[in-house]
């Protein structure tokens, strides 16, 4: 049961357009958002995160916004360049037995950014 | 940024070869969490420290061991290293060891073994 799901596994987006990467989960336990990039032949790299207590982070072009109640959150990408076209990964943290988290991962989105 | 601060981010090194990867909690943070990661597997717990004692274990190797500093900083020595040792190791830090507490990860050390 895919507790993290990335409906999408593929996207393309005009250069200097938004792109706007989707995530949904199902278990309201989770309080810790991860969005991870990853090149071809490369090792994921860290983006941006955010914790349950806040509705919107921002970090130059990226913004996650998170939405509780639909248990949903989106990266968006203004404006996207060519260098984002990667495969983009939402990991979601939790609290289990004792100190024990899972961190739960998405399948990922490729992103396409066409010039 | 969660206000944790992991180095290095990236390390590609060979079997048999030892590592050190760095953490910084949360300002206030004095309870530390080490976790591995790799990106077909759940997270790991692999330990946990608070104000400078050994707190709780988790699934942490004999080739692997950690400390946390005066100055609360953490390290996790990664020695002898395997092919499967290759992961992503997440610091992660909390106010206290309350279970509720939010704890706040780091962006990760990835690791590579070849």
């Known amino acids: 049961d895919q507790q993290v799901k990335q409906n999408s596994p593929s996207l393309s987006v005009q250069e200097g357009r938004i792109s706007i990467l989707n995530c949904d989960y199902t278990?309201?336990?989770?309080?810790?958002f991860l969005w991870y990039k990853k090149y071809p032949a490369e090792g994921p790299t860290f983006l941006i995160s955010i914790s349950s207590i806040k509705d919107k982070n921002e970090d130059g072009r990226f913004t996650v916004f998170l939405n509780k109640s639909a248990k949903h959150l989106s990266l968006h990408i203004v404006p996207s360049q060519p260098g984002d076209s990667a495969v983009y990964f939402c990991?979601?943290?939790?609290?289990?037995?004792?100190?024990?988290?899972?961190?739960?991962w998405g399948l990922g989105t490729s992103l396409a950014v066409n010039p | 940024d969660s206000g944790v601060t992991q180095t290095p981010k990236h390390l590609i090194t060979a079997t048999g070869q030892r590592v050190t990867l760095r953490c910084s909690p949360r300002?206030?943070?004095?309870?530390v969490y080490w976790y591995q990661q790799s990106l077909d597997q759940g997270l790991q717990f692999l330990i946990q420290?608070?104000?400078?004692?050994?707190?709780a274990k988790g699934n942490i190797l004999e080739r692997f061991s950690a400390q946390q500093f005066p100055d609360l900083h953490s390290e996790l020595n990664l020695s002898s290293l395997e092919l499967g040792d290759s992961a992503l190791y997440f610091c992660?830090?909390?106010?206290?060891?309350?279970?509720?507490?939010?704890?706040?990860f780091g962006e990760g050390s990835w690791l590579t073994v070849v």
């Open positions: 990991a979601a943290a939790g609290v289990g037995a004792g100190n024990n988290r899972k961190l739960i």
């Open positions: 278990n309201s336990m989770f309080d810790y």
């Open positions: 992660a830090s909390s106010v206290d060891t309350a279970a509720g507490n939010t704890i706040y």
């Open positions: 300002s206030g943070d004095l309870s």
């Open positions: 420290y608070y104000n400078g004692e050994e707190r």
